[in-house]
Each structure stands twice: as structure tokens, then as C-alpha cells.
């Protein structure tokens, strides 16, 4: 799940945009802050905005590549977990467990392998712990073994392979038949501006892994169209869907093998930086970043929406420090809750 990695630095009344990969904050995080709380508010959110004005104060310093609109930059975004027995209502986290980190990633296992038990989770997230320039983060991962309770302490991956593909951002697992993982994932090109907005095309990749630390890129190219980002996979009734963002909605692709994806006429207008499951009765429900939140609708086909529908807020943010909230990766733990970590900033 999850938001293209893109850097931002928008100065004074004008917007300089700086490191393509490295903004996790795209067009609808930014309608987020625009746009400020929502007409209709579920319960427990309070809807204030560090503002002037209505609009969100922004930061005067320059020459910092990370600094994000309203100053906030990558090292300021946090990741947060979240269960809830309803997949239409989430309780926002006050208490980040990873900082300097974002656009995360939940897979569980659900059979031993040399990746962990059955049972265990395993978060995947872009960190900027060490975070310079463009480039110099990289994916770390976690592992939880009590349902998402506790974390052990975030370690980078090793992905080898990857010489002409870019930077790995926007990771997305899910676990095989025999116990690999597949990440999906962004190859991230250094650019100058936004590349849900740029012109040309971005490139999905794919990396397998026995253990969930050291992944090999798979060849060939998973998907690629211009102005996407954040894919996010799941197998649904023998098949595999694809969600893409670009810009304020989901792209919908499907494969019959994982790796050679098509596009479908059908998209979700519910937001961007999607993340999916499937629940217990089979239905799929799918989570984007709207401007009011976090949104999410289910489908019977994980394909077709019913457009009469308007998409629930199932999350928003309580903080006003962190108004914004995106990322979505939901999970069904086997007790029947769902599980989602998602990012602040």
C-alpha cells in the first residue's frame, strides 16, 4: 500500500518540487490540508488544522530536499497500527511505532517458512532514518509475533538485482503458495517534480524472497502507464488484482500469473495510495487516501464498485500535529479483526 515517494518543498506562494521518489505526500494528502475537516465528522476527531487563514501554514526555509508542504519533510512522517472488528470504522493511533518512516506495508503469514511462523507479521516501510538525499533511504522491515501489539526493531532489507530499476519505494507483499514473498514495488526514478503528474511512464517491478529480508528482482516489468504509483497486490478467486494510484483515484489491473498484468476499464474514485484485503466471506475491500481521510468500499470481485455508493471515511486523523493521514495496509488477523498500518505527518 500506498504513496508514490515523492519530496516536496513548496516555498512562499510558489511550489518547487524536489526528488520524485520521495514525497509520500501526493494530491490527495495535499487536498487533505487544503480542503480541512470534513462537513460530516465521525466521532472522537476534533478536525483542527495548524493554519492561517483556513490554509496550511508552509514553511519559508529553503534548500532543504525533504521538506514537505506545511514544512513537514520525510523525516517527520510516522507509521501507526490500528485494529478494529469493523472494516468500516478505525480508531486513529496516538502513538507512533516507527518514526522517520512511512508509505508501510502489512503481509501475514499464514504458514511456516524461512520468512517466520505462521501467524507472524511483517511490516515493510520505507525508512529515512539515515536519510541524506534522494536515493539514500531504503526499505526496512519489522516482525510482530502477537497480532501487532508489539515490533521488533525495524532492519534494512538486501534487494539484489535491482542496478536498472531504480529505487524500491512503495513496497506491496503478498505471501506465495510456498512460502516466498513477492514485493511489488515502485521503481523510483530521480526526477525533478511529481511523477503522478510528470509525463512518461513509471515502472512496477517485482522481487522475490525466501526469507523476507533478501529479495531478488524478478525480471521483465510488472505494469506501466504515466502518472502512477503506490501498487498494491492481492489474490483474489485464482487471480491477482493490481491497485494503482494516480492522483486522486485507483487504476485497477488483473493477471492470471502475478506477473503480466492488464488494465481494466473500471476504477475507484474513492482515493489514491490504495491498500486491499480479502475478508472471510471472500468480499474485497479496498482503502484509499481521500481528502476527508482514509476511505474504503467493498466489491464482490475486487473490480467492480457500485458507483451509487459513496465510500465510507473508515479513518481519520485525531492529531492535529499529524493532519494528515494516507497509506493504508489492511490485514485479516485470524481472530477476525483487521489490522492496518497507515502513516501521519
Known sequence: MKTGIIVLCIIAAAASVVAATLSVLNYKEVQQLKNGPANVQPPRVN????????????NQQQGNASLQPGGRDVTEHKVYVTRSSDPESFADSTEAVFEKASVPEVVLLTQDSDAGNAGDLLMYFPSFETFTDPGTEQIAYARSTDNGETWSERAAIIIEGDDDVGTAVD???????????????????????????????????????????????????????????????????????MYISKGPET???????????????????????????????????????????????????????????????????????????????????????????????
Open 171 to 241: 513496497p506491496s507483499l503478498v505471501e506465495l503458495s510456498d512460502g516466498r514473498l513477492r514485493m511489488y514495488f515502485y521503481g523510483a526514478q530521480f526526477a525533478v517534480g511529481d511523477p503522478s503528474r510528470m509525463e512518461g511512464e513509471n515502472n512496477f517491478y517485482s522481487a522475490l524472497s525466501s526469507d523476507g529480508v533478501h529479495f531478488t528482482v524478478e525480471d521483465g516489468v510488472r505494469f506501466t502507464a504515466e502518472k502512477i504509483t503506490d501498487p498494491d497486490v492481492i489474490e483474489h478467486n485464482g487471480s491477482w488484482i
Open 47 to 58: 478536525g483542527n488544522f495548524n493554519s492561517v487563514n483556513g490554509q496550511p501554514q508552509q
Open 251 to 345: 487504476l485497477i489491473a488483473t493477471s492470471n500469473d502475478g506477473l503480466t498484468f492488464s488494465l481494466e476499464e473500471a476504477t475507484w474514485a474513492g482515493g489514491g495510495v490504495p491498500g486491499a484485503y480479502v475478508d472471510a466471506e471472500n468480499m474485497v475491500h479496498l482503502y484509499g487516501c481521500g481528502k476527508e481521510g482514509i476511505a474504503t468500499q467493498e466489491s464482490a470481485d475486487g473490480v467492480t464498485f457500485d458507483e451509487l455508493t459513496q465510500p465510507e471515511a473508515a479513518l481519520r486523523s485525531e492529531d492535529t500535529a499529524t493532519p494528515i493521514i494516507c497509506d493504508p495496509s489492511p490485514v485479516l488477523l485470524p481472530d477476525g479483526d483487521v489490522l492496518m498500518v497507515y502513516k501521519k505527518v
